[in-house]
């Protein structure tokens, strides 16, 4: 007689999370000596990026935490779930902490000592990073942006009277102008 083994929801979304994950972190390290550079100049010091040394930039590492929170949760991490990653692996972070912008290592500091997550954002200069390291949500909330959006808004940390990263807010934006244009096309 034949059993069949069901598989668990986490191991379905790390299924889908391996190849992707893999391959941005491959991007990223490919990408990572010609940050910042133009075309002109990365044509005048590369030619053509063929390979790469190193893991990549601050990017990858944190869209990792999240896709580690994301796991651990089964797909439903907040905040919480996100800042206990920033706490656990800190270590890695403060590894590579030349590769931070401040504002984020100044915020694995806030959590280090224990500040509450939603309110980590609070005196801290505005980046970009929550929005070069959402990503993963998508790959949970694949064809659902209702629900992505609503997942980036449980992450998203808050400054003072809640309010939203610039990055955040025009994520969530777009999402909506996404799906009201999907619904208007209906």
Same mark, same amino acid.
């Given at each position: 007689?034949?059993?069949?083994?069901?598989?668990?929801?986490?191991?379905?979304?790390?299924?889908?999370?391996?190849?992707?994950?893999?391959?941005?972190?491959?991007?990223?390290?490919?990408?990572?000596?010609?940050?910042?550079?133009?075309?002109?100049?990365?044509?005048?010091?590369?030619?053509?990026?063929?390979?790469?040394?190193?893991?990549?930039?601050?990017?990858?590492?944190?869209?990792?935490? *999240?896709? /580690? %929170?994301?796991?651990?949760?089964?797909?439903? $991490?907040? +905040?919480?779930?996100? #800042?206990?990653?920033?706490? !656990?692996?800190?270590?890695?972070?403060?590894?590579?902490?030349?590769?931070?912008?401040?504002?984020?290592?100044?915020?694995?500091?806030?959590?280090?000592?224990?500040?509450?997550?939603?309110?980590?954002?609070?005196?801290?200069?505005?980046?970009?990073?929550?929005?070069?390291?959402?990503?993963?949500?998508? *790959?949970? /909330? %694949?064809?659902?942006?209702?629900?992505?959006? $609503?997942? +980036?808004?449980?992450? #998203?940390?808050?400054?003072? !009277?809640?309010?939203?990263?610039?990055?955040?807010?025009?994520?969530?934006?777009?999402?909506?102008?996404?799906?009201?244009?999907?619904?208007?096309?209906?």
């Amino acid at each position: 007689m034949r059993t069949s083994v069901r598989s668990s929801p986490t191991i379905e979304l790390a299924k889908r999370f391996l190849p992707v994950v893999v391959g941005a972190r491959v991007g990223d390290a490919m990408g990572a000596p010609t940050e910042g550079l133009s075309s002109e100049d990365i044509a005048e010091r590369f030619g053509w990026v063929t390979e790469f040394t190193g893991d990549g930039t601050d990017d990858s590492l944190m869209a990792t935490l *999240l896709a /580690d %929170a994301l796991l651990e949760t089964g797909g439903h $991490a907040g +905040a919480d779930g996100w #800042a206990e990653q920033w706490v !656990r692996q800190r270590d890695r972070m403060m590894a590579r902490r030349d590769r931070f912008f401040v504002s984020v290592l100044h915020t694995a500091e806030k959590l280090a000592y224990g500040m509450s997550p939603r309110w980590v954002a609070a005196g801290t200069m505005p980046s970009s990073s929550s929005a070069m390291c959402i990503w993963p949500v998508g *790959l949970v /909330d %694949a064809g659902d942006p209702r629900a992505a959006a $609503a997942q +980036a808004y449980a992450l #998203a940390p808050r400054g003072p !009277r809640g309010a939203l990263p610039e990055e955040v807010r025009a994520q969530l934006d777009a999402a909506e102008a996404r799906e009201r244009a999907t619904l208007n096309a209906d």
